[in-house]
C-alpha cells in the first residue's frame, strides 16, 4: 500500500521557478522508478519527467528538456521537480506516480505503466 502526496505548487510568472515534492509512504518506493505527469484543463494527461529507483537515469518530455529536473531521496522516500524557466503553457495539475514494477532499467513514459497516483497539485504560470 502507498500514498503518494504532492505539494509545492502555486500561482508564478512566466520565468519564475517552482520546486514540487511528491512524499511518499509504503515500503517499495527505494525499489521503483517514479513519474511527473500533468494535466491542462480539456487536455489528457501528458509525461514530464521520470527517474529510476536508483535516481541514475531520467527521461524527460522535450516540452521541458532544460528546464525541469527531477530528482529522489529514497531516505525521504520523497521526489522532486525543480521548474524553473515557466512559460504560461506549463500550467496544469501535476500529478506525482510510482512505477508498477521494481528494479527496471527502462524507464516509462506512459501512464499505463504507473500504479500510484497522487492527487495532484496546481500550478499556475501567468504572462
Known amino acids: 500500500q502507498v500514498q503518494l502526496i504532492e505539494s509545492g505548487g502555486g500561482s508564478v510568472q512566466a520565468g519564475g521557478s517552482l520546486r514540487l515534492s511528491c512524499a511518499a509512504s509504503?515500503?517499495?518506493?527505494?525499489?521503483?522508478?517514479m513519474a511527473w505527469f500533468r494535466q491542462a484543463p480539456g487536455k489528457e494527461r501528458e509525461f514530464v519527467a521520470t527517474?529510476?529507483?536508483?535516481?541514475?537515469?531520467?527521461s524527460y518530455a522535450d516540452s521541458v528538456k532544460g528546464r525541469f529536473t527531477i530528482s529522489r531521496d529514497n531516505v525521504k522516500k520523497t521526489v522532486y521537480l525543480q521548474m524553473n524557466s515557466l512559460k504560461p503553457e506549463d500550467t496544469a495539475v501535476y500529478y506525482c506516480?510510482?512505477?508498477?514494477?521494481?528494479?527496471?532499467?527502462?524507464?516509462?513514459?506512459?501512464?499505463?505503466?504507473?500504479?500510484?497516483w497522487g492527487q495532484g497539485t496546481q500550478v499556475t504560470v501567468s504572462s
Open positions: 506516480a510510482k512505477d508498477k514494477g521494481a528494479y527496471r532499467t527502462r524507464l516509462s513514459g506512459t501512464t499505463v505503466d504507473y500504479e500510484y
Open positions: 509504503g515500503r517499495t518506493f527505494s525499489s521503483s522508478a
Open positions: 527517474i529510476s529507483w536508483s535516481g541514475g537515469s531520467t
